[in-house]
């Protein structure tokens, strides 16, 4: 990996990648573990009167923006013409494949239902970094928990595919899956490819890439012709500027920035607990049903990828 040692500046402080401030690891895990469990709400109200990939882009576009412009007001190193075109392909994979195709989704699927299809990410990553460059083998209980992950999806899923039920709308949740792969993708991709020295820098770009590809793939699927200002909602409109504080300026950077300096497999423990998160959230704020079914799904999977990061190495 090229980033490995090299310094970086994170928010107002700088750091070593090497050796990390415990406090600051413990506080980027909480970032990803409450925020990014309450953003699936958010973006439930945000495409109630936002078209998702416009909503997704200027949700990055303006995050993007203020880092970058911090970055640059610091004076942190210029990123070189290769770090700019590898940050905007990482962008394209979790930016536009692994967040703003959750936005397109979710305009089906509950909240609490798309942070359970999410919750596959750990099950993804055990996979890929068996099967990529770092040839990572799993344990035995951590293949378990791969199963038991697939057994709670089935569960979650199957009957109304299988019924035909429009309780658990099909193509919002098989969008909502793949993304989950592609975002496992754009993850370990970036930990190979020669990145900006600085995380912030690096955040900024891909977030502004990403949410420039998103708000281009916006118009070519005619959103705009869907976007009137004067229906947009002050839900949607608080849900969005929540989204670009919280969910993207902190916890995409601190998702980042922990890719970085730990492991992937224990990064993506993030995706056991947000389910909890969303689907408390979503009962108590949005009157989301919680029926038996989908009880007994997220303990399966929650069960699943917790075996899986149990047994993960550093």
């Not at 344990?139 to 199963?147: I, N």
């Not at 020295?197 to 890439?209: H, K, P, Q, T």
Request: hydrophobic share 55%; charged share 10%.
């Amino acid at each position: 990996m090229y980033q490995e040692e090299r310094p970086f500046s994170e928010l107002t402080v700088q750091h070593s990648e090497s050796h990390p401030s415990r406090s600051l690891v413990l506080a980027a895990y909480g970032a990803i573990y409450i925020i990014w469990g309450s953003t699936y709400l958010a973006i439930m109200y945000a495409v109630d009167t936002l078209p998702p990939f416009f909503m997704a882009g200027i949700r990055f576009c303006v995050a993007g923006a203020v880092i970058y412009a911090w970055t640059r007001w610091r004076g942190l190193e210029a990123p070189t013409r290769t770090e700019w075109w590898n940050a905007t392909k990482v962008s394209l994979l979790l930016i536009v494949g692994g967040t703003s195709t959750v936005a397109w989704g979710e305009q089906w699927v509950p909240s609490g239902i798309a942070a359970l299809l999410l919750a596959t990410v750990p099950l993804w990553m055990i996979l890929a970094e068996w099967v990529g460059p770092d040839r990572i083998r799993p344990s035995a209980w951590a293949l378990v928990g791969v199963f038991l992950g697939l057994v709670g999806i089935a569960v979650l899923i199957g009957p109304e595919l299988i019924a035909e039920s429009e309780e658990i709308h099909f193509w919002g949740t098989i969008v909502i899956l793949a993304s989950a792969v592609v975002w496992v993708i754009g993850s370990l991709y970036a930990r190979h490819v020669r990145l900006p020295a600085s995380s912030a820098v690096s955040n900024g770009i891909e977030m502004f890439a990403g949410g420039t590809a998103s708000i281009l793939i916006g118009f070519l699927l005619g959103e705009h012709h869907q976007l009137h200002l004067e229906r947009i909602s002050t839900e949607s409109i608080i849900a969005l500027v929540y989204l670009i504080t919280f969910g993207a300026i902190i916890a995409f950077s601190a998702y980042m920035w922990l890719l970085r300096v730990s492991s992937p497999s224990r990064v993506a423990t993030h995706a056991y607990v947000n389910p909890v998160v969303a689907v408390l959230l979503g009962w108590v704020i949005a009157n989301e049903s919680v029926t038996p079914r989908t009880g007994i799904a997220m303990l399966i999977i929650v069960g699943a990828v917790v075996l899986i990061t149990s047994t993960s190495r550093d």
